[in-house]
């Protein structure tokens, strides 16, 4: 029987409930579906700065780096906000990424059947479904650029700069090529070329790499005209390829199609077979310790660490229609409209369990 080795990282405010949910879900899949895990608890954020003094600590690294993969809660809040850049909870996000070689964030938007009326975009312009992959670009650009502040006849000035090498858009363009092969095969690259010189190799590169696949349909946009496509016409996306920043931006908001950000999983990938997933919610502190957050978004990064990770596809695919089934059924506060049962964060775990089990 084959046996994973799970890194948990559960984070700060909501995470450690999502998250035990998550693992709930898992397990029940794993029994159904003939394997085992296995799960080795480490400090991430605020939580590991409580503990520790650092948002990252050096056990956790080595935990992560053991294990097949990692799962992730949430961190940071406002208990941390005052902290220097360098010693924030996000700090430790960024770290462990880079400690794993992690260099392409997956990002889903989809929207589930039962969920169409949540969404802000009239049925219309969503069409007949909608499943965008935004694949984003983690480890370099203007987050990882040389920064600093100067002063200029008198008046203080700050920068950060853009810089893209041709291996790093190279590897971040494969992993959206190889994406886009196993789905509708197409793939649109968004960039600032008409601006920027990063762009402009960015979209050489993606040019050269995209004639090893001749069966995809490339095409090219300006980051502005694909903010606004994403809300005229979504559906003409199928996987997005974008830089880190532009992709943090975008993948926020092809987030909000899908009716709440409660619902959204992701993948953060490197050059092995292992990755952490996390919900791309955050934290919610407003609402940690109550029982009322969404497990949903936690729950479908399992289903995305399954089928990127641990070559369970069959066990992923189990849990996406365990999460579309119960959606006809019971919602958490943030997703609740009349004629549906309202539930807590840990009976929506069990209500998918209990769809898996039946399965």
């Known amino acids: 029987m084959k046996n994973y080795k799970i890194a948990v990282l559960k984070g700060d405010g909501i995470g450690p409930e999502i998250v035990d949910e998550a693992i709930k879900v898992l397990n029940v899949t794993a029994e159904k579906c003939g394997f085992t895990v296995e799960y080795d608890e480490a400090l991430l954020g605020g939580c590991a700065i409580d503990a520790t003094g650092v948002p990252l600590p050096d056990e956790t690294v080595a935990k992560c780096k053991a294990a097949d993969s990692t799962l992730l809660g949430a961190v940071g ?27 392409a964030n997956l990002r889903p938007a989809r929207i589930f059947e039962p969920l169409r009326e949540a969404s802000p975009l009239r049925a219309d312009i969503i069409g007949g479904s909608l499943d965008i992959m935004v694949v984003r670009e983690l480890t370099g650009g203007i987050y990882f650029g040389e920064r600093g502040r100067l002063e200029e006849n008198g008046v203080q000035a700050a920068y950060d700069t853009e810089k893209y090498s041709v291996p790093e858009i190279e590897r971040i363009a494969r992993i959206g090529f190889d994406l886009a092969m196993k789905r509708n095969k197409r793939l649109c690259s968004v960039d600032k070329a008409n601006v920027l010189e990063s762009s402009r190799l960015w979209r050489e590169t993606v040019t050269r790499i995209g004639r090893e696949y001749p069966e995809v349909e490339l095409s090219y946009m300006y980051v502005d005209n694909c903010a606004m496509q994403l809300v005229r016409n979504p559906s003409q996306f199928d996987v997005l390829l974008t830089s880190n920043i532009f992709g943090d931006i975008l993948s926020d908001e092809a987030s909000m199609i899908s009716g709440s950000i409660g619902m959204l999983a992701s993948a953060s990938l490197g050059a092995t077979g292992s990755g952490l997933y996390e919900p791309i919610h955050g934290s919610a502190p407003d609402i940690a310790g109550q029982n009322i957050a969404n497990p949903l978004a936690t729950i479908l990064s399992v289903a995305m660490m399954l089928k990127y990770s641990l070559g369970q596809p069959e066990a992923s695919d189990m849990i996406e229609k365990a999460v579309a089934d119960v959606l006809n059924e019971v919602r958490t506060p943030d997703i609740y409209v009349e004629g549906f049962q309202k539930v807590s964060c840990t009976e929506m775990g069990d209500a998918v369990c209990a769809k898996i089990k039946a399965m």
């Open 77 to 103: 809040g406002p208990k941390w906000d005052t902290l220097p850049g360098s010693q924030r909870p996000e700090k430790g996000l960024l770290g462990i990424r880079a400690a794993l070689g992690l260099f």
